[in-house]
Structures are given as structure tokens and as C-alpha cells.
């Protein structure tokens, strides 16, 4: 097997691609070939650009309408527990001592209220909240890194005979 990999920047487009080629010689004399191009355009957001500056645009409604969700999840929780509050209030009151050592017994108070305020759902947009952040933070991440990316030029100098290159 003889296999080439080689990566290539088009700056016109400003795209890498990361190309191999593998040749294959089976025992029955013939020559497999097998060729793979993956592009990438490590900056993602051209302003010049006009898909690009939709695609920003998108991505910034996404992110501010997870925040807005996020907000009335928060906000909803918190009005659950207050009227959670006040019921328990008045139902405690209601009791005898004896009844409330009983209930207490019987399950501690912070179980009822977490079971009061977590439903199935609670648990679910927990879950998507969550995904979505560790989703956006590692796009912000690969963003930045894709842009600090340095790819080796060749040397501007004429290459002397002893110098081999690093390939990169």
C-alpha cells in the first residue's frame, strides 16, 4: 500500500483541505486507488460574505433565544417554588405536632419540594439546556482556534542543498 497525504490552502477562498490518496496493489496485479478530500474553512465568518453574515445571524438568534428560554425556565421554577412555599405554609399549619413529625418521617421536606418543582420535563430541558451550551461554548472554542491555526509557509530564501524542510 502506498498512501499520499498532503494539505493544501486555496487562498482565493480561503478553504484548507487535507487530501490522501492511497494506492493498493492486490496479489491478482491490479492497482486500487482510493482519494479523500475533507475542506475546512477555518474562518468561519467572513463579513465580505454574505452567506456567511446570514449564517452569524442565525447563530446569534439561536444563542439569544437559549438565553431567553433559559430565563423563563428560571423565572418558572422560581414561581413554582414560592406557590409550593405558600401551600406548604398552610398545610403545615393545619397539622398537629405529632402529624408533621410523622410527615417529616415519612419523606424529608426538601424531597417533596424537589419533587414538587422537578417533573419529567424540568428534567428534559435541563438536559437541552445543557447540551446546547457545551455546544455553543465548543463551537466558540474551535472558532478561536481554528483562527490562531498557523500553517508553514515555505521559506522565501532559495533552499540550500543540505536543508531539508519539515513537512507540515
Known amino acids: 500500500m502506498l498512501s499520499i497525504?498532503?494539505?493544501?490552502?486555496?487562498?482565493?477562498?480561503?478553504?484548507?483541505?487535507?487530501?490522501n490518496i492511497e494506492f493498493t496493489f492486490p496479489t491478482k496485479g491490479t492497482i486500487n486507488n482510493n482519494i479523500a478530500v475533507y475542506t475546512m474553512k477555518l474562518n468561519m465568518?467572513?463579513?465580505?460574505?454574505?452567506?456567511?453574515?446570514?449564517?452569524?445571524?442565525?447563530?446569534?438568534?439561536?444563542?439569544?433565544?437559549?438565553?431567553?428560554?433559559?430565563?423563563?425556565?428560571?423565572?418558572?421554577?422560581?414561581?413554582?417554588?414560592?406557590?409550593?412555599?405558600?401551600?406548604?405554609?398552610?398545610?403545615i399549619d393545619q397539622l398537629s405536632e405529632i402529624e408533621r413529625q410523622y410527615r417529616h418521617q415519612k419523606k424529608p421536606e426538601w424531597i417533596r419540594c424537589w419533587d414538587a418543582l422537578f417533573t419529567s420535563f424540568t428534567y428534559f430541558d435541563i438536559i437541552y439546556f445543557t447540551l446546547a451550551i457545551v455546544g455553543i461554548v465548543l463551537w466558540i472554542v474551535y472558532i478561536f482556534k481554528a483562527n490562531e491555526v498557523d500553517f508553514a509557509l515555505p521559506p522565501d530564501e532559495p533552499v540550500q542543498p543540505d536543508y531539508i524542510s519539515d513537512f507540515y
Not at 5 to 19: C, D
Open 5 to 19: 497525504e498532503y494539505v493544501s490552502f486555496e487562498a482565493s477562498q480561503y478553504v484548507h483541505s487535507y487530501s
Open 45 to 91: 465568518y467572513d463579513l465580505k460574505v454574505t452567506w456567511d453574515v446570514v449564517r452569524l445571524g442565525f447563530e446569534v438568534l439561536y444563542v439569544l433565544l437559549l438565553i431567553y428560554n433559559i430565563f423563563l425556565f428560571i423565572k418558572k421554577l422560581m414561581e413554582q417554588n414560592q406557590k409550593y412555599q405558600r401551600w406548604r405554609k398552610i398545610e
